[in-house]
């Protein structure tokens, strides 16, 4: 090679900087590449996820969304239309409260609001039907209906708490009747079991958790050939069943400006999750209403109990009128004084009046001060003529109303209901020092009316005795007549009030299927093909990060940067000669293009005059006595004188490898150990190839117990000078560097030093040694050569040119398996050469050859 085709001293000592950086595994060449060989792979594994995949949407039971929108009504509004005192404060912000959508939406979705539709609905028996797979749920259409007693499923939520009761029924028939077989689980655990068999329907048995009623499913439609199929019934908890159901519940405002909700719901089965949201709403209103009409109901309370005073006053006024005439026998009266009889009759009743206002108002404070009539409704509209205290009581009962309301979704501690406690505690005060100022504005009328009645009574004094009496009677009766008529109609003005009460909230839109939302079928099918992709791609990947040992030609480039002159694939047992040797004269095999490649590129490294050519290794079993020997058989090729020296003197592997018995007896050694080398003693220690008559072999000689210092001695420059002079190339077959320093002493008589590395064998960390020796300049003129490279596993990211001469057929493996015998364990006893056995040798090269 010219000069300047060689390193320059800059990327030499760049060298010690790629030992293991290099390029990214993971770009789109090798992605290509791991994809086209690893096809099989990626087939099998896009096959299984992908039927897979097929098989989970098949028997996965769908789950379908409805929805619903409902309008809710916001009466607060309405009540702040009449402009009181404390909703104009609301409005301009002098007291916060939270909206009042935002809580009906919390109430919606309250577990009790849930529990109510799922007892409306009785959800709390599901039906189950065999199928292929797994069993399926029906609804409706089931041929028996199960249900359970009130109390037991009260019972059954009290001890939720505690522990989860269901039962769990299988329900059969044949042509003697219906079988029915159960169990009584306590958290999914059987207690007890029990088998049923009714003689018709409807039926009733008797269970440990509670009474078990069956009856014939109106709704279902026998099959043509009568067979009634057998089915599965479970009874769980409602509030268990309303803890489900709201996980799959939710409400959300259409937008900001409306008080419209959108109820949104995920079931197995459209029909159910439809007939829930409608049950939904009418539990909701049901609720709503209730708590609206607490005031009305109160009142109704109230009214009833004076009507039912006020009708025993008047019987008794009555009996007693009757009693005093038949006991004075007294039919008909005049009046002597009919305008002092009239005026004090006038005075009478409103005294009776003032009296029995006084009495309401006594009663009204008694029922506020009551302690235990705290935050309660005050019964109101009962005939009270105080304008200030009805207006208070009536703002009061508003408020005790909505406090009531938010506290069934938030505790005392809310700050909504703080301040709604706050607001009745103030409204309280008010009412009772409304209630005082009206008791004393009436006992001041009274007192008026009482002088006024006074004065026309003394008038009156001439009166007969009988008139009087009957007159008082008379007007007791006049004045309880008057009250129970006033009751009465504050009666039905209230009943109709009750009965007038409209839904809080109204469905504006039926609730309707929105379809299928899992298993999404497109989804599903995607993940399963990138999965199917990634599963073997990560895989791979990972193996790939994990290999520590050089793969091919793209793994060693990018951890050196010295030239790769050579790539040497795998020998097949038919390319091999004697030896080993699978250079042959006139013959065109891959192996043959191999080693004429090589030499040409070694040629191209050489100046003028060189000739010497040193192979090396990291550690032994890469192949490089293999290397040196085949080479040297292509040089003698080319009618050049050729010699072969085996410089590895620790372990020799020249004779095995041509088979010279006599390899322990001559050889370089003897020449080192010499006191003075001459070209005699040379050819004395020289032996034929007997491959190639071109060829000679210097082999190690006899193993000395001092190789380091032997190779230090000027007489290996005094015979590579003279075998220089005599052979047209020197071969130097060496040490492996990584493991002694032998070779550094041989390395400066060489002019290109050949580092073998070999293929799934080499680690990758093994070359930084040649490019640490290149970066201190220990190698001369240094270059790589790959070998062990195995065409047939097709893993090395390209096709190698030598791929083509598919006409030299299969070309068997050249296993170099047993050189790694030949490793850090024999050269690690290096220490003690008196132990060191020339039998350990020929065993390890031996297998090596025959592999």
Known sequence: MSEEKKLSLAEIEDLSTNEVEGESWFNFQNLYTLFILNWKWFAVSLVVFLVGAYVYLKYTSPVYSVSAKMLIKDDKQQSRRGGDLLANMQDFGFMSNSSGFENEM?????????????????????????????EQIVYGTQPGIVDIDETSLDNMDKVLLEESRSIDMRISSNDEGIKIEGALLKNGVVVSNFTFEPKQLPATYRTDYGTLSFKKNPKYTAPADGKIPDYRVVIMPPMQVAAGYLGNLSVAATSKQTSIAQLTFNDANVRRGLDFLRALVVSYNRQANADKNEVALKTEEFINDRIKKINEELGHTEGSLEKYKKQNTVTNL????????????????????????????????????????????????????????????????????????????????????????????????????????????????????????????????????????????????????GLYLMLLQKREENSISLAATADKGKLIDDPQSLGQVKPKKSIIMMAAFILGLALPLGILFVIQMFKYKLEGHDDLEKLTKLPIIADVPVASESAKTAAGIVVHENKNTQMDEVFRSLRTNIQFMLKEHENTILFTSSTSGEGKTFLAANLAVSFALLGKKVILCGLDIRKPALGKLFDIQSERKVGVSKLLAADKVTLDKINDQVVKSGVNDNLDLLLAGPIPPNPTELLARENLKDTLDILKEKYDYVI?????????????????????????????????????????????????????????????????????????YGKYGKYGRYGYGSYGKYGYGGYGRYGAYGNYADSRYGNKDDDSIKK
């Open 732 to 804: 130097l077959d060496t040490a492996p560097v990584g493991l002694v320093t032998d070779t550094l002493q041989v390395a400066k008589f060489a002019n290109v030093c050949c580092y073998v590395t070999r293929a799934d064998y080499t680690a990758k960390t093994d070359v930084g040694i040649v490019n640490s020796l290149a970066h201190e300049q220990k190698l001369p003129n240094p270059c790589v050569v790959l070998n062990g490279v195995d065409m047939s596993k097709k893993k090395y990211g390209y096709y190698y040119g030598y791929g083509t």
């Open 334 to 481: 005049q009046m002597d004084a009919s305008q002092s009889l009239q005026m004090s009759t006038q005075y009478s009743t409103k005294l009776a009046e003032a009296n029995s206002q006084i009495q309401l108002l006594d009663y009204l404070r008694e029922f506020v001060d009551n302690p235990s009539n705290q935050y309660k409704i005050i019964p109101s509209n009962v005939g009270m003529t105080d304008g200030a205290s009805t207006s208070l009581i009536s703002s009061y009962n508003k408020t005790v109303q909505e406090r009531n309301r938010l506290l069934k979704v938030a505790s005392d501690q809310a700050p909504q209901v703080i301040i709604l406690t706050s607001t009745l505690d103030e409204l309280q005060g008010s009412i009772r020092t409304a209630l005082l100022q009206a008791r004393r504005t009436a006992d001041i009328q009274r007192r008026g009316i009482q002088n006024e009645y006074a004065k026309y009574q003394g008038r009156l004094g001439s009166t007969p005795e009988q008139e009087r009496v009957l007159t008082e009677i008379g007007r007791q009766q006049e004045v309880r007549s």
């Open 106 to 134: 919390e109430i919606l979705q309250s577990r009790i609001l849930v529990r109510d539709a799922v007892k409306d609905l009785k959800l709390y028996a599901n039906y189950y039907s065999k199928g292929l797979v797994k």
